[in-house]
């Protein structure tokens, strides 16, 4: 079992910046998939960034550009630098591991609003 627990979250006005960080429990950490999903209420669940263990990243099209994501194996953490944000933004953010299995955060709210 993987414990995913979310931090950095918060309000932060249009065109600011926030950085999310995920420490994970996982025992070979290095060996995950990671990744960052978001959700708005009525919404699907949705692809935000994603670090393979080899290190290759995927970004949704609408945050390429603006967001970046990097893991630290050393610490087991992944992170989510979320630069120019846009009120579109707003949502759940939530950290993802996979290996053999799915493991979801708890989820932490991004507000972007002025």
């Known amino acids: 079992q993987v414990q995913l627990v979310e931090s950095g979250g918060g309000l932060v006005q249009p065109g600011g910046s926030l950085r999310l960080s995920c420490a994970a429990s996982?025992?070979?950490?290095?060996?995950?998939?990671m990744a960052w999903y978001r959700q708005t209420p009525g919404k699907q669940r949705e692809l935000v960034a994603a670090?393979?263990?080899?290190?290759?990243?995927n970004y949704a099209d609408s945050v390429k550009g603006r967001f970046t994501i990097s893991r630290d194996n050393a610490k087991k953490t992944v992170y989510l630098q979320m630069n120019s944000l846009k009120p579109e933004d707003t949502a759940v953010y939530y950290c993802y591991a996979h290996r053999t299995s799915d493991y979801w955060g708890q989820g932490t709210q991004v507000t972007v609003s002025s």
């Open positions: 670090i393979g263990s080899g290190s290759s990243i």
């Open positions: 996982a025992s070979v950490f290095s060996t995950y998939v």
